[in-house]
Every structure is written in structure tokens, then in C-alpha cells.
């Protein structure tokens, strides 16, 4: 049931990453014309699937690799009572590192596609010196 859970959400995460990257394409073109488009939430909801997905495929490898121990434990010596477990581990560990990968491509090849923002030169979460006044 959890494994199932696992697999659902790995392929629904997949879907939003071919989704947003699209969108994020899309999006890209029309801020190189010169629109005004904020593209901070395509940046970060692909930047949360890059992060996530492979924790989400390790909980399913590692939910499966439980249920094959778990038969060897009860006794279950059959090869293919253990095989289907370990097959379904590392299909998880796929889709994990499946959504992962095009997520980050598709983020790092975003923020290159996307002009340098001319604000004054600061890095994100520098405080800009205040000038010295004098008396």
C-alpha cells in the first residue's frame, strides 16, 4: 500500500516537473521579450523537486527492501517472493532520480535562459553599505 503510494506520487512529481518546465520555457521567452514576469515560483517549485524526489524514491527503496527482509524473516526462502520487493526497491530509486535529474536540468538551464536581473549588482541577501555621513 505505502510502496504504491510512493510510486503515485513519484510519477505525479515527474508530471509536475514536465509541466512546470514547460511552463518555465514558455515563461523564459516571453521575460527575454521584455515581459515583467516574476519567475521565482517556477524556479523554486523545480528547485523543490530537484531536492526531494530522490528522498522520495529512497523511502520507497527502502520501504520495499523492508517488505523483501521481512519475507526472508518469515521464513520465505521463494525467489520470486523476494525478487518482486527488490525489483519494485530499485524501480523506486528510477523514478526518484528520474524526477530529480530533468528537474535540475530544467532549473539550471531556466536561470540561464533568463537575462542577469541590473539591480544594482547586490547578491541575493547582501545588505547594501550605507554611506557614511559626514558631520
Known amino acids: ?3 504504491t503510494i510512493v510510486q503515485y506520487l513519484l510519477y ?6 514536465v509541466a512546470l518546465a514547460a511552463a ?3 515563461l523564459t521567452m516571453h521575460v527575454r521579450k521584455g515581459a515583467d514576469i516574476d519567475m521565482v515560483p517556477v524556479l523554486s517549485a523545480l528547485a523543490l523537486i530537484a531536492s526531494a524526489a530522490p528522498y522520495v524514491g529512497l523511502f520507497g527503496t527502502v520501504w520495499h527492501i523492508i517488505q523483501a527482509l521481512g519475507g526472508i524473516g518469515g521464513g ?3 525467489v520470486a517472493a523476494i525478487a518482486k520487493p527488490i525489483g ?3 524501480f523506486a530509486t528510477l523514478w526518484g532520480l528520474g524526477c530529480a535529474i530533468p528537474a535540475l536540468i530544467f532549473h539550471r538551464v531556466l536561470q540561464m535562459l533568463l537575462p542577469a536581473e541590473e539591480d544594482g549588482g547586490e547578491l541575493a541577501g547582501e545588505v547594501a553599505a550605507e554611506p557614511a555621513v559626514e558631520a
Not at 505525479?12 to 516537473?17: C, E, K, P, S
Open 24 to 26: 518555465g520555457s514558455y
Open 1 to 3: 500500500m505505502i510502496g
Open 12 to 17: 505525479g512529481l515527474l508530471a509536475l516537473t
Open 88 to 90: 519494485q526497491a530499485l
Open 76 to 78: 520465505n526462502l521463494n
